[in-house]
């Protein structure tokens, strides 16, 4: 079974609106982080926000911010004022346990286009 | 703080050559780095965890013998893809862990910009 599903494969979002991107994990381990991250046309990673299965609040940095349902097992990313810069690929992951010794599993992504 | 750097970003090289990738913790000491690959419009899928004087741990499907990998320091990775062939032209991008809190948070891994390596 996929760890991580994206289940949109495009987005089309209005600059200055709001958008959200869908992502639902799939883990038995209790202990779990959740990632957001951002891959431009260059190709590098750009880590966006973290959500740990424990956290109480949602995450927020900036005009992202992580809508974690833990029941539904998922982990939207909700951008807002949306900006031409966040026209790219954007991949959630998650990566089982809690320290940094496990690798992450990526979903399949979504690509964001910001229309002027 | 947490800058991983990856040499070269582009590489073309013929069919049957080896090319060697290293990923570099700039500003911390990463006692794993993860290899991932990444194929046109695809998602990123791990190759092999290297643990710093140890043997890489690859993932099923993985050839260890194409793809070597040499974590012979806290700083430094390598990934030889070795007798290439144009079915390995692919980006590959390295993360590794730090365990302080160089990038804001405890023990994370942090991306390379990755290599994009074409086979002719």
């Known amino acids: 079974a996929q760890k991580i599903t994206q289940t949109q494969p495009g987005m089309f979002v209005q600059e200055k609106e709001a958008v959200t991107l869908d992502c639902t994990y799939d883990?038995?381990?209790?202990?779990?982080?959740l990632f957001w991250y951002k891959q431009p046309s260059s190709g590098e990673m750009i880590f966006l926000i973290y959500?740990?299965?424990?956290?109480?609040q949602n995450a927020t940095e900036g005009r992202y911010s992580l809508n974690f349902q833990k029941a539904r097992k998922s982990a939207n990313l909700v951008i807002s004022a949306s900006q031409l810069g966040d026209s790219a690929m954007y991949f959630c992951a998650m990566r089982e346990g809690l320290t940094g010794a496990n690798n992450l599993f990526f979903g399949t992504g979504t690509r964001l286009t910001v229309i002027p | 703080g947490a800058v991983v750097s990856q040499h070269p970003s582009r590489v073309i090289c013929k069919s049957g050559t080896s090319v060697k990738i290293e990923c570099r913790s700039l500003d911390f000491q990463a006692t794993t780095m993860f290899w991932y690959r990444q194929f046109p419009k695809k998602s990123l899928m791990l190759m092999a965890t290297?643990?710093?004087?140890?043997?890489?741990?690859?993932e099923q499907g993985v050839e260890k013998d194409k793809f070597l990998i040499n974590h012979a320091s806290l700083t430094l990775s390598t990934l030889t893809v070795t007798s290439a062939h144009p079915e390995d032209s692919s980006f590959y991008i390295c993360?590794?862990?730090?365990?302080?809190?160089?990038?804001?948070?405890?023990?994370?891994?942090?991306f390379g910009p990755g290599t994009r390596l074409t086979v002719l």
């Open positions: 959500q740990g299965s424990y956290d109480q």
């Open positions: 993360s590794a862990r730090d365990v302080g809190l160089a990038g804001g948070l405890i023990d994370e891994q942090f």
């Open positions: 883990t038995s381990d209790p202990s779990y982080g």
């Open positions: 290297s643990n710093e004087g140890s043997k890489a741990t690859y």
